[in-house]
């Protein structure tokens, strides 16, 4: 006679589930980038952290200086974390609604122009030379595609900058702008 034991052993499994293999591991790259460069991802599955607001700091040489490549400094606070990314300074011309807005992933898109620390900072990238406009969402200007390159090394001062902030409010174009202003 058969044990009990050695039945419960032999008998089938009434129902197994399937299995589900787990989400491929992801770069953090991919986590730091405006969506435009992300590709087509399905949200992550834990909510991010709510971001809140964004503003802009202009080249001062305590950070960004004019010759290192003209990119401000874009503050936003995740939670309690205080978070600084660069970001063109020409790409801000019209203004703080222009900052990009948290990817889907609910990550500030530090890693387009610099390189993140992960303590709150981002260094300047090394590679930057002339970056192409692309599609970006803002933080208040729905889906922008800026009117100019980047081109890296070329200087904007606070006053430059607030000149030529004024004329596009007053009506000028940005490229028209630019032209005058910062060329």
Known sequence: MMSPILICQLAPRAFSPPVVAPPRPRHILDYLLVDGHMGDYSPPPVDALACRGAN?????GDYFTPARGSLARVHYTFGNWNVFVPWPTVWLLRGQAYCPAPNRYGFAPS???GVPTFSGETSLRTDLVRVAPFAYPT???GLYTP???FVHGVPVTQSKYAQAARAIR???SLEAAVAKYLS
Do not use: W, Y
Not at 56 to 60: A, F, K, N, Y
């Open 170 to 172: 007053e009506g000028l």
């Open 111 to 113: 890693a387009e122009f």
């Open 139 to 141: 933080m208040g200007a």
């Open 147 to 149: 009117e100019v390159d």
């Open 56 to 60: 802009i700091t202009l080249p001062q």
